[in-house]
């Protein structure tokens, strides 16, 4: 149903440019984000208010943060199985990654938050849902450096991949430019990607290529938002 919320993510104790990154990446997703002020208010409003998702910034020297994960993770907090990821400055990666299995899950640098969240969140909060579309696409493939062109047939679509048939001899990590036709939609969505996987035909029972998208053009990213709102 369009305007059905992803998910609560709740941010704190990082800076504007990093809740800026965070809001670019996860709301055009439909996640609902809730900005909060690091201050001792903080460890209740995680004990009473359930969140899927907390983006937390690594503090100056770890201030207050063993307090705050002991609270978030308290038995009957309402955080208590939240996801959590600490982001750090990437000068300091040795102290904060102290803290992943000590009440965060992921670690990312503050400069990699727009490039790097999305998919932390995604495995967090389980693998992105899939919507079977058959539709048309056209993928410029790189191998070694030269774009190969092919037009081609997607098999399931979601917010962070496509899998598309009938492809199965390119290795993985290979950078890809994608063009996909929306049902719904004149103008294709685009944007740039990698091959994640081949798909298995025996289990899957069909030969493709899945690919995992790295960046969108323009808006691209928010009508493929709300097309999948509308599918299921």
């Not at 029972?205 to 493929?224: C, H, P, S, W, Y």
């Amino acid at each position: 149903m369009q305007g059905q919320s992803r998910g609560q993510v709740l941010v704190t104790g990082v800076d504007d440019p990093v809740y800026s990154a965070v809001v670019n990446v996860l709301s055009p997703l439909g996640f609902d984000i809730h900005r909060a002020p690091w201050d001792n208010y903080l460890r209740d409003h995680v004990q009473i208010t359930p969140f899927d998702v907390i983006i937390v910034g690594l503090q100056p020297s770890g201030d207050g943060l063993d307090q705050f994960f002991k609270s978030a993770r308290a038995r009957g907090s309402a955080c208590h199985h939240a996801g959590v990821v600490l982001v750090a400055p990437h000068q300091v990666h040795e102290l904060a990654i102290e803290y992943v299995g000590h009440g965060a899950n992921k670690l990312v640098s503050d400069r990699e938050v727009s490039s790097k969240l999305l998919d932390m969140v995604s495995e967090l909060l389980g693998v992105a849902p899939r919507v079977p579309v058959t539709t048309n696409a056209r993928i410029k493939i790189y191998v070694e450096g030269k774009p190969i062109q092919s037009f081609c047939q997607t098999q399931n679509l979601s917010a962070t991949g496509v899998l598309i048939r009938g492809f199965d001899h390119y290795p993985q990590g290979s950078k890809i430019d994608f063009e996909i036709s929306l049902p719904t939609d004149t103008s294709p969505i685009r944007g740039s990607g990698l091959i994640s996987r081949r798909t298995e035909r025996q289990t899957e029972r069909v030969e493709g290529l899945g690919i995992k998208f790295t960046a969108f053009n323009g808006t691209d990213q928010r009508r493929l938002a709300d097309f999948l709102a509308t599918q299921g």
